[in-house]
């Protein structure tokens, strides 16, 4: 129990001014970390399993040619920790190579950044540490804001954690915050992805495995502005607003994954 009391409590007060000013130690060897776990995510996801992506033309297109100043976020189920990076390997090269392209992912403190050579690891990779149960505003969403208002891009698991049942859960409201107070409204693309779990499972030993059938189905680009546009005339709190934003993605990504489990079914049935 002193064990993970002392993991829990591992200072990562330095990572968000790190993320903030990175030096030049940082920054290239961020750009090596995002470049070799890009590689070997390629490797695993795409050669060593069967995956079966569609739609990947929205995300072609929101990553190539959406204006400069537009943020994305991205979101999608959480079935185990090999999530991110797993789905970026369906990504063309050029943008999974890329440090400046790639995303800035929230990942848990708890999880991810329990010792020293962990946190090294999250932090060169774009993690930014959030820390569960302490609401929409902290420093971890206000840091994600920022890279939005640079228009970078943000993925999230709005889920909060890896849901081992599968079922529904109730998403974390960060995402109605980040979307409602991101100076210009994020291009926001659902994602739903199925087998996972068997590729990195949720148990010891917690090897990769290979040979699995992995489907990515990337959801039609979501566009908000309307929507704050009028909530900002009904003149909603900012807590009323994050949650009928949050209310609208929960509907999103359950629709996605009823329409990808058909997709499943469909493409690794006919190819047998
Ligand atoms: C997954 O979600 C379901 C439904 O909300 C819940 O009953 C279950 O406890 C969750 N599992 C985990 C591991 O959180
Ligand atoms: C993958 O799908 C094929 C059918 O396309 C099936 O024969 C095979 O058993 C599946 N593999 C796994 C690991 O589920």
């Known amino acids: 129990m002193s064990a993970t009391n002392t993991k829990i409590n591992y200072n990562i007060d330095w990572i968000i001014p790190s993320l903030r000013n990175p030096s ?42 959406r204006p400069r100043n537009v943020p994305l976020i991205t979101i999608s189920n959480h079935h185990s920790c090999f999530d991110d990076p797993g789905i970026w390997a369906t990504l063309d090269v050029r943008h999974l190579l890329s440090k400046s392209v790639m995303r800035w992912s929230l990942a848990a403190n708890d999880i991810c950044f329990t010792c020293t050579s962990h946190s090294y690891f999250f932090r060169l990779g774009k993690c930014v540490p959030v820390i569960r149960g302490n609401g929409v505003y902290q420093e971890a969403v206000d840091f994600c804001l920022e890279r939005l208002a640079n228009g970078e891009w943000v993925h999230i698991f709005p889920e909060g954690k890896v849901n081992v049942t599968k079922e529904d859960m109730r998403l974390k409201w960060g995402v109605g915050r980040m979307i409602f107070e991101s100076p210009v409204t994020p291009i926001v693309i659902p994602i739903w992805h199925i087998g996972m779990d068997e590729v990195l499972p949720n148990y010891p030993p917690y090897m990769v495995r290979i040979g699995k059938n992995l489907t990515f189905n990337f959801g039609e680009p979501l566009d908000f502005t309307e929507m704050i546009r009028t909530m900002k005339e009904r003149k909603l709190t900012d807590v009323e607003a994050r949650k009928e934003i949050t209310d609208s993605i929960q509907a999103a990504l359950r629709k996605l994954k009823v329409e990808t489990e058909q997709l499943h079914q469909e493409y690794f049935k006919t190819n047998s």
């Open 24 to 65: 030049k130690f940082w920054s290239i060897a961020a750009s090596l970390t995002i470049a070799c776990v890009g590689i070997f995510s390629k490797i695993l996801i795409h050669w060593l399993n069967k995956s079966k992506v569609h739609n990947r033309h929205y995300m072609s297109y929101a990553l190539h040619d």
